[in-house]
């Protein structure tokens, strides 16, 4: 990391950038412009402590976004829900059986409670489209995940002119990033948190044993610290879905994935 140095005079400056949804077109698969607010903003400041001696340089970025996102998944029509899998070009088999339902349409009766209760929890009605359109049959907005634009930067650094030979430079940085991201397509679960922190330093000592022999003397340090939650618990997940047999009888962040 390169910073700035500060002078015998003051400097400073500030920026900031805005972006808006008042500025966006919106998406192909949007009919309205999603909601977005985002602000990347900051200063910096730098100056003597002790003329010619002693300097100091503080920088600070900050960036905010509140947004929507569009989006589109595919989610089992009514007549699936239901059991009628009339649309389809190929059998589905009765295990019990082994003979085809007729008309493919799975009798009520045989539907797992199991499956209808995750199916409600996981999956919205579709909202798009003709009532056997099977992909992208649900649209609509969402709060949306901030990646990387939720964030806050700082550094200060101090140099010291110890003499005609030695400079000493000292600097200290903080970074805190909290990260909202998506696991799947579903509008109603998916979403983990991530916190990182990272501060840094370094001292680094300058001295010049001649016009062409000098040594640096520089130690650093780094500590990141990164937290991750889901924000479903998964046990609830199962139970709520009253799926009985061998479970975990503690919470477990997370949705469970299911192979079918």
């Known amino acids: 990391v390169v910073t ?19 500025l966006n077109t919106r998406s192909y ?14 200063g910096s400041i730098g100056g003597p402590i002790k003329k010619g001696k002693l300097f100091f340089f503080a920088d ?8 929507q996102l569009a989006l589109v998944a595919n989610v089992p029509t009514l007549a699936e829900r239901a059991g009628n899998f009339s649309n389809l070009t190929y059998p589905l088999i009765n295990p019990y059986t082994g003979q ?4 493919n349409q799975i009798p009520a009766g045989m539907i797992s409670t199991v499956s209808q209760n995750l199916q409600t929890a996981l999956y919205p009605d579709p909202n798009y489209g003709p009532p056997s359109l099977q992909a992208g049959n649900f649209r609509g907005l969402v709060k949306s995940q901030n990646g990387f634009t939720d964030f806050d930067n700082g550094d200060a650094s101090i140099d010291y002119i110890a003499g005609q030979r030695d400079t000493l430079f000292l600097r200290a940085s903080y970074r805190h990033l909290p990260v909202v991201n998506f696991t799947g397509n579903l509008p109603a679960v998916g979403r983990f948190y991530e916190d990182r922190n990272t501060a840094s330093g370094v001292i680094s000592e300058i001295h010049v044993f001649a016009p062409t ?20 618990d998964g046990l609830s997940i199962l139970q709520e879905a009253g799926l009985q ?16």
Do not use: C, W
Request: hydrophobic residues 30%.
């Open 213 to 232: 022999l000098s040594n640096e003397f520089r130690i650093g340090y780094t500590n990141m610290d990164l937290s991750y939650a889901a924000e479903e």
């Open 100 to 103: 085809p339902f007729y008309q």
């Open 29 to 42: 698969f949007s009919t309205v412009v999603p909601f977005r607010v985002y602000n990347n903003f900051g």
């Open 4 to 22: 700035k140095a500060g002078t015998d005079q003051f400097h400073g400056s500030l920026f900031e950038d805005y972006n808006g949804d008042a």
């Open 245 to 260: 047999g061998s479970l975990v009888t503690t919470p477990i962040k997370g949705v469970p994935p299911f192979t079918i």
């Open 60 to 67: 600070y970025e900050g960036s905010r976004e509140s947004a």
